[in-house]
């Protein structure tokens, strides 16, 4: 279970452009639950997963995982049970290490690293199994350096790896938002069948509607650094794209034509 | 002819003692290697190590401690001036070069005060290079077999250590520090000693140089950097970098082809005085490499370095 409980963070304080980013958020996603987070730009969603993850340091509020005050908890600490892929498929990899590495590396996220050898034939058996999941051939290509990997290809390693411990919470910023549309739908289905398998708590955020109406438990929309409107159960079912573009405060037609 | 001959024989008589010295010098084409290439963090501290190193053996063995605790004194104070860099540059987010040139810089003035004087006589005193059975200590060949043996423990040490999980977690910090962070490895801790264990090694080949020359001078670290990239330059282009193996060569293949290089220029009649602006122009083309090239062709994959 992932709470945020009166999550304050307030930019520039005493500035003349001082800038609320989170203004006392309330969020409870229970455990397995899927959460769907969209707003305009600039409605706090980046503070939230921010904060989430540890990258932001909160003015006030907390953070709780599973009852677990994380608050105080630096990023590397937080990262043994919170796992997150990033929109940008550079920065989710190490780019001159190979697929392997990287998912060794995602291996013992939560664990304490040894002096023992990290890669071992078990390891390389057990990460081809895993990512022949994704049907890209990335099983193939073990010792291959991720540099040399496609974005799309690279974004599904990225999940991969966030979701080989299963980590308690799984965030995923716009993961899909930097692949051409072919990709990008790869990258959501693999995205789906693994976070339904594993009962993921997931938070996503997107600014695709239609993957905010096809995909998650609940919808929630946030403004000025607050929820909006959370929709969830049978209205979350029956919501479509209009619908939820109606509750916009700031409607462009870009929304409708990113669908 | 008479020319390349005399070159040639000139060169030829040289080869040992240049061995034995770029064996020595290979620690700190490490200690330069492992910052630049293993954390994306070019240091600078290995220039103030380097005599760092030669000033703490250099008093311990005068106070007549024995050549192995001279060295690990050496060692750990390298460790320490390197921890100070990588500390600074986290803490107060000055950029590494300026972190490095400050610690350096220091370092300076602090070498000055351990050994009190600016130039250390420790002839007589007992050498690790003395411990060879059958060779007399202090002629190159018993140099080259102490310092090969250290290189050789030291290169098979560091190349199962970054095979191992903790290495390959130092490695992710080099390549994507956001990445590592966020797959709960320390960047902290990582960076400081990865930066720590590269001045460790520059600090023990001043420490080897002080015992293998007999004296320690304030102003050994003059110019050791420049000559360690262009070792690491040379290097690089005969192992390459693509693997491990490969990018942990370079340092003690440059070093032993730099040393010698550098020993031809001489024995072919170069003034030393012109060495370092020779050293610093061929450091220049293999960095400008990249860039030249990329007027043709493809664009070359851009390097990223913290800041």
């Known amino acids: 279970m992932l709470e945020v409980r009166s999550a304050r963070k307030v930019f520039y304080r005493g500035q003349p452009d001082e800038k609320v980013a989170l203004d006392n958020l309330n969020l409870t996603l229970a455990t397995g639950e899927f959460g769907v987070v969209i707003g305009s730009n600039g409605a706090g969603k980046s503070s939230m997963l921010n904060a989430i993850s540890g990258s932001l340091v909160l003015d006030s509020g907390k953070i709780l995982i599973d009852g677990d005050d994380v608050t105080p908890m630096p990023v590397h600490k937080r990262a043994a049970r919170l796992a997150r892929v990033f929109q940008d498929p550079m920065r989710g990899t190490a780019a001159s290490m190979t697929v392997a590495e990287n998912m060794l590396l995602a291996e ?64 995923l910023d716009e993961h899909t938002a930097a692949l051409d549309p072919r990709t990008a739908d790869i990258v959501m289905q693999a995205t789906i069948r693994t976070v339904s398998s594993l009962k993921l708590t997931t938070l996503m955020v997107t600014h695709n509607m239609q993957h905010a109406v096809d995909f998650g438990d609940r919808v929630i929309m946030l403004d000025a650094g607050k929820v909006k409107l959370e929709i969830a159960g049978e209205d979350k079912k029956n919501v479509t794209v209009v619908d939820l573009i109606g509750h916009f405060s700031v409607k462009t037609d870009r929304m409708l034509l990113a669908s | 002819m008479g020319f390349i001959e005399t070159t040639l024989s000139s060169f030829v008589s040289l080869i040992p003692v240049t061995l034995a010295q770029s064996l020595i010098l290979s620690f700190v084409v490490l200690g330069i290697m492992i910052p630049f290439r293993m954390l994306s963090f070019p240091d600078l501290t290995s220039e103030g190590a380097f005599p760092l190193g030669g000033s703490v053996c250099g008093v311990l063995m005068v106070a007549g401690a024995s050549p192995i605790v001279a060295i690990a004194g050496a060692l750990l104070a390298g460790f320490v001036a390197g921890c100070c860099t990588a500390f600074i540059h986290l803490r107060f987010r000055i950029h590494t070069l300026l972190a490095g040139i400050l610690v350096m810089t ?83 801790a990582a960076t400081i000693g990865g930066i720590g264990l590269a001045g460790a090694f520059s600090a023990t080949g001043g420490a080897l140089m002080v015992q293998s020359q007999g004296f320690a001078d304030v102003n050994m670290g003059i110019g050791v950097l420049i000559n360690g990239l262009a070792a690491l330059m040379i290097g690089e282009a005969i192992t390459g970098k693509q693997t491990v193996l490969r990018q942990l060569l370079a340092p003690f293949v440059g070093a032993i082809v730099y040393y010698q290089l550098v020993s031809l220029c001489l024995a072919a009649g170069m003034p030393p005085p012109d060495l370092k602006l020779a050293t610093g122009l061929f450091v220049l083309i293999m960095l400008a490499l990249p860039s030249i090239k990329r007027g043709r062709g493809p664009a070359a994959a851009k390097e990223t370095f913290r800041e």
């Open chain 2, 106 to 188: 220091m370092l300076y003035s602090v070498n000055l005060r351990i050994m009190g004087r600016s130039n250390l006589s420790v002839f007589g005193s007992p050498t690790v290079f003395d411990w060879v059975p059958g060779l007399q200590g202090g002629f190159p060949a018993s140099k080259i077999v102490v310092a090969g043996i250290v290189v050789l423990a030291v290169f098979l040490l560091l190349y199962f250590y970054f095979k191992t999980e903790k290495g390959t977690a130092m490695r992710a910090v080099g390549s994507n520090p956001d990445m590592a962070e966020a797959q709960g490895i320390n960047v902290w």
């Open chain 1, 108 to 171: 013992l996220r939560a664990r304490s690293r040894t002096f023992r050898p990290g890669l071992n034939a078990a390891r390389l058996a057990e990460y081809r199994e895993r990512l022949s999941v994704l049907g890209l051939g990335l099983e193939n290509r073990l010792d291959t350096k991720v540099e040399l990997l496609s974005g799309g290809q690279r974004q599904s390693l990225s999940l991969i790896m966030a979701v080989s411990d299963r980590p308690d919470v799984l965030l």
